[in-house]
């Protein structure tokens, strides 16, 4: 169990390009979740995939994000024409598919728009 | 919908000094409660979970009674150490409507001075 990892650590970009990050979710966890975390706040939900089907989306989760899990494996998050609100800390969570089980989170990606 | 209050922060106390951390909840359904731990520079850590009325969780000399009546999840810690100096998120998940998600707080920052 090598736990969750998340890549990069750290993004810096311009107003306006595109942004991919990448989640590695403990190998048998079937249950994938992203967070967006902004600084003085808790961790809110973006979107749920239940192996590689994508099950639910928040309404935080503009037309300008989407979230794919191929192959119910690893799952990446793109921004599109990133805006400065985006700056935040994208948080990557796995668990298994048991009732009440913990999440495990991974470091996150922080992002900075400039 | 779901939601968590935490006790404001920050919170600064003396080294070996009694912490409490309030946490109420708001829930649909039958909630697990849990505790995470952010340090500087890291994930969210799991801390300490309660999947049912009445479950006291703990680890770490931390603990947290699940409090059906009150609907609340306070964390205590009877000594706390310069090494508990992080900030603490309360949070929810509700399995079997909403996918395990979790809801939370926004979060506690504690100071532990020598």
């Known amino acids: 169990d090598t736990g969750v990892s998340q890549d990069p650590r750290h993004k810096i970009t311009k107003r306006g390009q595109n942004v991919t990050f990448r989640c590695d979710p403990i190998s048998e966890h079937n249950r994938l979740y992203w967070y967006r975390q902004t600084l003085g706040q808790g961790p809110e939900f973006l979107t749920y995939f239940q192996n590689e089907a994508q099950l639910e989306k928040s309404r935080l989760l503009s037309d300008r994000f989407s979230a794919e899990r191929p192959k119910g494996s690893f799952s990446t998050l793109e921004i599109q024409r990133t805006e400065q609100g985006d700056s935040a800390m994208y948080l990557c969570?796995?668990?298994?598919?048991?009732?009440?089980?913990?999440?495990?989170f991974g470091p996150g990606t922080r992002l900075t728009v400039l | 919908g779901n939601s968590v209050t935490q006790m404001e922060g920050p919170v600064t106390l003396s080294e070996e000094a009694f912490l409490t951390i309030n946490c109420t909840y708001t829930a649909t359904g039958y909630p697990s409660l849990f505790w995470y731990v952010q340090y500087p520079g890291e994930g969210l850590q799991l801390l300490l979970k309660a999947t049912k009325a009445d479950d006291k969780g703990s680890n770490k000399g931390f603990e947290a009674t699940y409090r059906k009546e009150t609907t609340s999840f306070h964390l205590e810690k009877g000594s706390v150490q310069v090494s508990d100096s992080a900030v603490y998120f309360c949070a929810l998940s509700t399995s079997h409507t909403n996918a395990g998600k979790s809801t939370f707080g926004d979060g506690t920052t504690l100071t532990v001075k020598p």
């Open positions: 969570a796995s668990s298994p598919d048991r009732v009440g089980d913990t999440q495990y």
